[in-house]
């Protein structure tokens, strides 16, 4: 009887596993290979807002002339003149700040139009080559 039963679960056993085989084709769709599509479009690209424009604060200007600076000598003896520390420039010194100033004008000016020049160049649109 054990022999029986082990053929009969052997049997059992062969058609549960080749039990989808037996029942013949069934229509099995066709598959189609999937198409992929790479579309390439420009990454956006930050642009940061221009520093605020320079602020200047007023500076006063005082021309000492030697009786101007023999004033202030004497004042400052008789304790009635602030003590104030004075810079002085030659012409060409002065001469020579004022070309200083007038070089960093001009090289702010060429550093904003290089900036908004990449920054327009950004801006076209994407175009397919």
Not at 34 to 40: A, G, N, P, R, S
Not at 92 to 114: C, D, F, H, P, T
């Amino acid at each position: 009887m054990v022999k029986s039963l082990n053929k009969l679960l052997l049997a059992l056993i062969l058609l549960l596993v080749s039990g989808c085989s037996l029942t013949g084709n069934r229509n099995i769709p066709e598959v189609s290979p999937v198409e992929v599509v790479t579309i390439e479009k420009k990454a956006p690209v930050y642009h940061p807002p221009l520093p605020a424009s320079i602020q200047s604060v007023p500076v006063e200007w005082t021309i000492l002339t030697p009786d101007r600076m023999e004033e202030y000598i004497d004042d400052l003896k008789k304790g009635e003149a602030p003590a104030n520390v004075w810079y002085s420039l030659t012409t060409k010194g002065y001469e020579n700040l004022s070309a200083n100033m007038a070089e960093i004008k001009r090289y702010l000016r060429q550093v904003i139009s290089i900036v908004k020049y990449y920054k327009e160049l950004d801006e076209e649109p994407f175009k397919d080559e």
